[in-house]
C-alpha cells in the first residue's frame, strides 16, 4: 500500500466537511434524514492503521454530538448513531434518522433489535465511552462490486447509539 501523504491537510478538510453536516443551512426545521449516512473514511485508509482509522471516527463522533445538538435544538425528533466494521474502515458510517415522506418507519427498530455486544474492543470503548453510548451488535453479509467479479464477505458491525 502508497504511503498516506498530506494527512494534516486531508483530516483538516474531512473535518470542515463533517462540521458543515450539523450547520444551520444543512439542518432545517423542514428537513428529513431516510437514514442518511456519510462514511468517514470513504477510501478505508484506516485498515493500514488503527491510528488513521481512529482519526477518522473521531471527527465522526464530533459530528455526531453537533447534529445530535442542533437537530435538538430545532425540535427534530431524530435517531443517530454509528456503525463500525471491524473488518473495514471505509464501511464506518455515521448515521441519521428521522420520521420522513417515504414511511420509513421512524424510529428505526432493527437498529435497536439487534443483540447487545458484550465483546466491544478496547479501541471502540476508548472513542466511545459506554456509560454514554450503547453497543449493539450484528454479522451482516456485504457484497463488493468494485471487482469484476462481486466479492461477498461477513462482516461484524457495531451499531453505536447514545443513550439518551
Request: no cysteine.
Amino acid at each position: 500500500m502508497k504511503k498516506f501523504r498530506g494527512k494534516r491537510r486531508y483530516f483538516k478538510n474531512l473535518e470542515l466537511e463533517f462540521k458543515s453536516f450539523s450547520s444551520p443551512s444543512y439542518i432545517d426545521i423542514d428537513d428529513w434524514f431516510n437514514d442518511w449516512h456519510v462514511h468517514p473514511d470513504f477510501y478505508g485508509h484506516g485498515n493500514a492503521s488503527l491510528r488513521i482509522r481512529k482519526a477518522h471516527l473521531r471527527i465522526a463522533l464530533g459530528a455526531l454530538q453537533d447534529m445530535r445538538q442542533h437537530l435538538a435544538k430545532k425540535q427534530i425528533e431524530h435517531q443517530i448513531y454509528m456503525t463500525i466494521a471491524l473488518e473495514d474502515a471505509s464501511q464506518d458510517a455515521l448515521h441519521v434518522h428521522t420520521s420522513n415522506p417515504y414511511g420509513t418507519p421512524f424510529p428505526l427498530e432493527r437498529v435497536q433489535s439487534f443483540p447487545l455486544s458484550l465483546h466491544v474492543p478496547t479501541w471502540v470503548t476508548e472513542l466511545f465511552p459506554s456509560n454514554r453510548y450503547t453497543f449493539h451488535e450484528s454479522q451482516e453479509e456485504f457484497v463488493d462490486y468494485t471487482e469484476d467479479e462481486p466479492v461477498s464477505s461477513i462482516v461484524t458491525l457495531f451499531y453505536i447509539l447514545p443513550n439518551s
